[in-house]
Every structure is written in structure tokens, then in C-alpha cells.
């Protein structure tokens, strides 16, 4: 691929976003200190009405999309449905020859009074706050990215559809027939995960799938009548053990036992035990077979003297391969970096995000083009912030060139259907 050379427009776009880096940190700093935890209702919409007036200069048409609640297995053993806070929509030219659909999440994993509720500065670059990196801060640089296209003379030329879900961090189940339809549409996604401190981005992702296995027994008191019961709890346990037993059977497939809830007073033979795990593949044959052993252990279960055993959950995130499509990305990204002086790289990873769904729906994607940054989901999470302007200014630069037709997104779209 040629070297990009920018032209005097470009240059006025890019001038423009490194002149917004104060007003970028100033945000970043000020939607840290919204709790947004994936279960705080309250400052999940607290966010989402932060996100109506950031975005709104964008002048596209902005709604609330109600999410479909999901099922989960209680402790107790009962399915209840949870419900989801709406996630944050605009639409922009839907007409427009070239269709990118951008997404991002505004929920994180820190709920209130989990310790971790303040910002604070490790040194003049250095944030370290709850969604700093994962994702506010990289919300701020697609808003700015977006800015900077609307100040060019090629906006018209791209229309884009941008969802911003209140549920990535926990699986994205409401979200995920969202991004399955924008996705569907779009010749291109773009995605705002943070990058590595390095400024490396995720380059292929495992698919991911959460399940849990509820076994019912029979109670009975521990001392009188033992020989009653059938114990629940060592019917989760055994099939917690059976499945960790799996594990290095078939390259770059985990199992990971995460909870066993269930059980009672001591002097109880429990009825109930419920085994709770994760599992990561890296291609869909590993998930069929995966999904194959796990139904014969349900099975084994279930052949158990006086235990019923069921299984909820699955695959909500199927794996996202280097491609040639999603490699194309990678290299329009790698080519808008170099006139900016960053030189883009990626890694692959075990980890998952929306990326994963768009890619699902055949839609290319690159899925890091957010902040740089590390240690999330961790309390030492940090985010540089001369990496907002950065960012955004590469996201910018990619845009442009999807409008000018210098990348061409249909291409990528067509690489994918193969």
C-alpha cells in the first residue's frame, strides 16, 4: 500500500483536534467521575444523558434504544429476566454512499462502593480513574474523530449509525442483536477499545461463551436421614472438575470454572448447586466441539442418582479471525498512522468485545482504536491522556479516507463475504 500524503484539508482537520486536547481531558476527567457500573441503573442513564448533549453538535438523528432483557440463572436456583437501561443511537446520512457503523460501550465493571470512584493524575499524562481507558475516554476520541469528519469537505460522503451500549461488560446480551443489525448494514465498524499502553491494537479475538449449570438433588438432614439426600452441591462440583479436566485437550480452548453457588446449613444435604464458568475458542469448529463435550458432561450429570441437571448460557461472542477483511483494516489503520508518525502494530488475544458481534454480522472491523492505555477492570486503571487528541486524529484520518474512496470500504465488505 502506498504511503498517504496529507493534503491542506486533512491537515486543517487534524490541527483542529490537537487543539481540542484540554476540552478532551476535561471530559474524560468529568464522565470518570459518573458511576456507570453495567448493573447501576442510575448513572447508566446519567451517562447516556452526557452522551445526548456531547454528541448532539454531530447534528444526526440521536434515540434511546430499549434493549430486550435477558435470562439469568439466581442463586436461589430461579431464572429471572434482566432488564437493561437503553443504549445511545445516532444516525447520520443513512443515505450516504459509504456506511460505517461506530460502537462503544458507557457501562464499566466497578459498581457503586466498590472503592474505585475517583480520578486522579499519576503524572501530567497519566489518568488513572474508573473508565478512563475502557471505555469513556475512548468515547471521547470517536466523538472527536466524527467532529473532525463533519469539518471536512468530504462528510457527505459517509453516512454512519453509532451505538453506544449500557451492557458491553456483561456480555452485551441486550446489545447484541443492536450491533447485529447495524453491523449487517454498515461496509466497515470501527470500535473504541482501548489500545495497549504501547499503542499496539487487538488484532485477531476468541469467541467467548458464559454458561451456567443448575443441578437440583433432593435436601435431607445431614445426620438422620443422609442416605436421602442427593447432594447438589458435589453434582456442580463433579462436573466443575470433569470440565477444568478438559483443558489443554484442544489447542487455544479454555475452560474456566468461575463460582459454584447453592447449598445451606451445614446440617443439609443441598438440593441445589449451580457451577458457573467461561469458555474461549478460536474458531467455531472449537466451539462446536466445545459446546459437544460440555453436553456430554450435562449428560453424565443428569445420570446421577436423584440429580436433574440443566444447562443455560452459551456462545454470545464468536471469534473474531485476522481475515483478509479484518486484516485490510488493520492495514488502512497501519497507512493512516504513518503520516501521523505512529507506528500501528497488533497483537492477538484471548479477550472479546463488540467487535467480535460486528464481525459476526460480516462486518470488518477494527476494535482498539481507543485510547492508550492498562491495567483495566483493575483499579490501576490508567489511560495517557496526549493519547485523546492522538487517537482521535487517527480515527479522523481513516475516516477521511473512507470518504475520499482512497480505502475502500465496499472492498473490505466484499473481502468478507469471500
Known amino acids: 500500500m502506498t504511503s498517504l500524503t496529507l493534503d491542506r484539508d486533512e491537515n486543517a482537520v487534524l490541527d483542529w483536534i490537537e487543539g481540542e486536547g484540554d476540552a478532551m481531558a476535561a471530559l474524560v476527567k468529568r464522565w470518570s467521575a459518573i458511576n456507570s457500573g453495567s448493573r447501576n441503573a442510575d448513572g447508566l442513564e446519567a451517562m447516556r444523558a452526557e452522551l445526548e448533549t456531547a454528541f448532539a453538535p454531530l447534528e444526526g ?97 459517509i453516512g454512519y449509525d453509532l451505538l453506544i451500549s ?8 441486550g446489545s447484541g442483536p443492536v450491533l447485529a443489525e447495524l453491523g449487517a448494514k454498515a461496509h466497515v465498524g470501527m470500535t473504541y477499545e482501548p489500545a495497549l499502553v504501547d499503542g499496539s491494537l487487538a488484532g485477531a ?24 439426600g442427593r447432594n447438589a452441591i458435589v453434582a456442580a ?24 453457588d447453592g447449598g445451606g446449613a451445614p446440617n443439609v444435604v443441598p438440593e441445589l448447586g449451580i457451577c458457573r464458568f467461561n469458555v474461549r475458542v478460536k474458531t ?49 489503520t497501519r497507512a493512516a498512522g504513518e503520516p501521523l508518525g505512529l507506528d500501528i502494530r497488533w497483537k492477538d488475544t484471548g479477550g472479546v468485545c463488540e467487535g467480535n458481534n460486528l464481525w459476526a454480522s460480516g462486518c470488518p472491523n477494527v476494535d482498539t482504536l481507543g485510547v492508550r492505555g492498562a491495567d483495566i477492570h483493575s483499579s490501576r486503571e490508567i489511560a495517557k ?34
Open 61 to 157: 438523528e440521536i434515540r434511546a434504544v430499549e434493549l430486550k432483557p435477558s435470562l439469568t440463572v439466581e442463586v436461589d436456583g430461579e431464572l429471572r429476566e434482566v432488564a437493561y437501561t437503553p443504549a445511545f443511537r445516532l444516525t447520520k446520512r443513512p443515505d450516504a454512499p459509504v456506511k460505517i457503523v461506530l460502537t462503544g460501550h458507557h457501562d464499566t465493571v466497578f459498581p457503586p462502593g466498590s472503592g474505585f470512584d475517583e480520578w486522579r493524575m499519576l503524572d501530567e499524562d497519566t489518568i488513572n480513574g474508573p473508565g478512563t481507558a475502557d471505555m469513556k475516554g475512548g468515547l471521547i476520541v470517536m466523538l472527536h474523530a466524527l467532529m473532525g469528519l463533519e469539518r471536512s469537505p468530504w462528510a457527505s460522503e
Open 166 to 173: 449500557p451492557d458491553e461488560e456483561i456480555g452485551s446480551l
Open 205 to 228: 479475538r476468541k469467541g467467548s461463551g458464559n454458561f451456567s449449570l443448575r443441578c437440583r438433588g433432593r435436601a435431607a438432614h445431614a445426620g438422620r436421614e443422609h442416605h436421602l
Open 237 to 260: 462440583a463433579d462436573f466443575a472438575r470433569q470440565l477444568d479436566a478438559l483443558n489443554g485437550q484442544r489447542p487455544d480452548v479454555t475452560f474456566n470454572v468461575s463460582r459454584i
Open 284 to 332: 467455531e469448529d472449537d466451539a462446536v466441539w466445545a459446546k459437544r463435550e460440555i453436553d456430554a458432561l450435562v449428560q453424565r450429570a443428569n445420570a446421577r442418582d436423584g440429580i436433574t441437571a440443566d444447562l443455560h448460557g452459551g456462545f454470545t461472542r464468536p471469534p473474531k479471525p485476522m481475515s483478509p477483511a479484518n486484516l485490510r483494516m488493520f492495514e488502512w
Open 385 to 418: 491522556l496526549s493519547s485523546l487528541p492522538e487517537r482521535a486524529r487517527l480515527s479522523a484520518v481513516m475516516l477521511m479516507q473512507f470518504a475520499r474512496g482512497r480505502f475502500d470500504a465496499a472492498e473490505a465488505r466484499a473481502l468478507a463475504k469471500g
